[in-house]
Structure formats: structure tokens, C-alpha cells
């Protein structure tokens, strides 16, 4: 998320000066703006350069000059969110927009910030308002897609993501999300074609390639799935431990005479997600299906 910049102070502080001098409070009201000018400015370059808590110290005397300098609010809620601060940063944010209700990356920013604390509803609105100020922000519209598919509105997540999509907004993100929406509608052809379009934007995309293996697989298209669950897995070798099991199924699906490629396969995978309590009745159940697999093997041996 970029700082704001205050663009054209100069010509509204024209127009402040000469009604301010008209009304006889010029002289206090013009320091204060250019004080708080001068601090905000100071506040921008240290976030240049990488110095948030002199940042901090500057935007704070920037409000403390003007208390309705919006910018300030809004490059404080940057800072927060960066440092994960998401409490400051969402009161950063909140004052932003009610000091200026125009700010279109105060409401955005709001959005971010709610969808990380998981209040989707009330993201959905920041960035609804967002919209409504500038309807073609491609950045935004993709935040709400997002939002819709966290609610799991997949029918709202949908039309959004595609309208993302049409503005050029997409990532590899936004394209697993489409694909996982359009197959919780039952629109596998679509999904499949978003989901390969998130793999064609990164091809170690662990999520896409484990989603296609899942629709392969209930199509009873198993080299296909396999081969999926085996890029899933190598895009994480060390904790893709269910890509690694649905990869074992897949290919004793496909061919289940081949008892010693099976045996390789499940144990692979004990290997893999042993040492995982998420996975231990998973575990459990492979080393039982190991042991029917080297029984059946002895069996065949001594036929």
C-alpha cells in the first residue's frame, strides 16, 4: 500500500489564506497548516527511508497541528498495519475516512484490515464505499471478490472476480479463488480453467494444483489428478503432506495391482506427515493400509 501524497496544498492553502485573513484568523490558522504541512512531509520521508518511528512521531505532530488531516491518519494506518498493529491500524484507517468520507484508500485500507481480523461483512462494506468513489478500481474490486469468497458468497465472489479480471487486476490469487468458487457452484469446466489459470501465474501454487487434483480425481481421471498432487507436493516438499496422500490414492486408484509402487507411495507419506498431530488419523490409516498391502504382496509370493 503506497503513502499518500498531498498533491495541490498549495492551491488550498490559497484559498484557506484568503478566507482565514478575511474572517481575521489567518495569522494562527496558516502556521498551524504549514506546521502541519511541514511534519507531514518529514513523516513521508522517513517512511522513504525506512523509519517508521520517526514516521509515526512526525504524523502525530501532523494531527496535533491540524486534527483533521486525513493523510496523516492514513499513512499512521499503514505503519500499524505493517507491523501487524491491526487494532491501531483499524482506528488509523476508520478516522481517516470519517475526516475525509472521499478517501478512497482510507475505505480500501479499512477493508484490508477488517478481512485480516476476519470481520468480512464489515469489510465488504469499506470496500463497497470505496467503490462507489471510484467504480473502476480494479485493486478494490478484487479486495471485495476476495471478501465475497472468505463469506463464502461463491455466487457474488464469482461476478466480482470476473469483473477484476476485466479491469486487469488478476493474480494467481484471485484466479484460485474464482476456480474454488466456480467448483463449489458445480461449474467445473470454468473452474478448471481458472484454476489452470492460477498455475499458469505461478506454477509453484501449491492451492491450484491441489484443487485440479481434487476435480481430476472425482472425474475418475487419476494419472491426470496425480500428476497434480505431485506438482502440488513439490511446490511444498516438506508439509504438502496431503497432496502426498491424495497422490497414494490416485495412483493405487489407477492401478491397484501395482502393490510395491502403492507401498512406496503411502509410505512416502507416513513419511512426510509422521511427525504432524494435525495428520495422525490419516497416518493411523495409511500404516494400516501398508501393512494389508505387504500382506497381500507375501500372499501373491507364495502363490
Known sequence: MAFADR?????????????????GLAPQAIADAEKAKEHYNAGVSAMQEGDDAA????????IAEDGDYSDAYLNLGVIYYRQKDYDKALEMFRTATEKNNQ??????????????????????????????IDENNAEVIKELG???YGRKNYTEAIATLERCHTLGAGDQLTYLYLGKSYQKENKINEAIAALEKSVALENSNYNAHSALGQIYLSQEKYLKAAGEFEAALKAKPKTGYRAAYNFAVAMESYNPDDVDTNIANWERFIALAKKNPKAKGEVGTAEGHVKELKEKKKAEALQ
Open 7 to 23: 498533491t495541490r496544498m498549495s492551491e488550498r492553502l490559497i484559498l484557506v489564506i484568503v478566507l482565514l485573513a478575511f474572517l
Open 55 to 62: 514516521a509515526v512521531t512526525a504524523f502525530e505532530a501532523a
Open 103 to 132: 478517501n478512497v484508500d482510507g475505505f480500501a485500507n479499512l477493508g484490508r484490515v477488517l478481512m485480516v481480523l476476519r470481520q468480512y461483512a464489515e469489510a465488504e462494506t469499506a470496500f463497497k464505499t470505496a467503490i462507489s
Open 146 to 148: 476476495k471478501s465475497y
